[in-house]
């Protein structure tokens, strides 16, 4: 969380002082309003630090420290609503917008920011799951069902860089620099010896030019939100890569019932398909 935090004036890290050891190494977030108290996420709730009200200039101040006092740089990644610092955590932003053409273009003014804090759980991808991926004769598709929150871009990350690891040449689609959070160039997390990433860029677009361009055996795209996203997993199978891949639903049935993923289904490509449970338990549903 120290590393996350630097980002912030000095008077609010010295409220975070407030938080013991123990819920430092657990927190999620760090959330700052204009007008309202500054407070941490610890175990998907959040909690009041102080009964100080964050200022505006403290929040426009926060992204400047973050982009290192050029925030310019950052445009094309503030489109999209956040930014990525060093460290691999990201800084989710609100505010009033100017928008051209139906897109986007910049903050007017920032209202609050949401700093979460990136942590790799090694060993979050158990020797068993990885074996069903990895078999003997080859790759399998596999795709992961689970609400916000329980894991799925932390469970994907961490079998990236086992098969990765393990000699797979592996690509990665991150576009909202999550999975391997480039910085300057290179990823803060660890998602193996044999992975190129493409960051920043539409998860259609990225897995079509990995495909094209890196002879990837595998391709990994977080999080399956759109006709695109789920056109560029076809795309990817149809060309002799296997895909893993997560989706939002709270299991199996919740994700049948949703259109975008009908045509997911009909085109075969997940041979595997798992849900993660509350407890962060992984389940085969469908094989």
Avoid at 61 to 88: K, P
Avoid at 260 to 268: H, I, V
Wanted: a neutral charge.
């Amino acid at each position: 969380m120290q590393q996350a935090a630097q980002c912030l004036p000095a008077q609010l890290r010295t409220t975070l002082h407030g938080l013991a050891h123990s819920e430092q190494i657990q927190c999620e977030e760090i959330r700052l309003r204009a007008g309202q108290p500054l407070t941490v996420t610890l175990r998907g709730r959040e909690r009041l630090l102080s009964g100080r009200e964050v200022m505006q200039e403290e929040l426009e101040e926060t992204l400047r420290r973050a982009t290192a006092y050029s925030v310019h740089t950052f445009a094309d990644s503030l489109r999209q609503g956040f930014v990525t610092v060093r460290g691999g955590h990201r800084i989710g932003v609100c505010g009033q917008t100017a928008v051209q053409e139906g897109h986007l273009l910049s903050y007017r003014h920032i209202s609050s920011l949401n700093i979460r804090i990136a942590r790799q759980i090694k060993g979050a991808a158990a020797d068993a799951l990885v074996q069903q991926i990895h078999t003997g004769d080859g790759l399998r598709s596999a795709l992961f069902l689970a609400p916000p929150g329980r894991g799925k871009t932390t469970l994907l990350r961490d079998l990236a860089r086992r098969l990765s690891d393990s000699g797979v040449r592996t690509a990665l689609a991150d576009e909202r620099a999550e999975l391997a959070a480039l910085y300057e160039g290179k990823p803060q997390l660890d998602v193996g010896r044999h992975t190129d990433v493409i960051d920043g860029c539409p998860k259609a677009e990225a897995a079509m030019i990995l495909v094209k361009t890196m002879s990837p055996q595998l391709v990994v795209l977080d999080e399956i939100t759109s006709e695109a996203d789920a056109q560029a997993a076809q795309y990817a199978a149809h060309c002799g890569t296997a895909v893993l891949a997560s989706a939002h639903a709270w299991n199996l049935e919740d994700f049948l019932l949703r259109p975008l993923y009908r045509g997911l289904m009909e085109a075969q490509i997940f041979s595997h398909i798992f849900c993660i449970g509350a407890d962060r338990q992984v389940s085969l549903v469908r094989q």
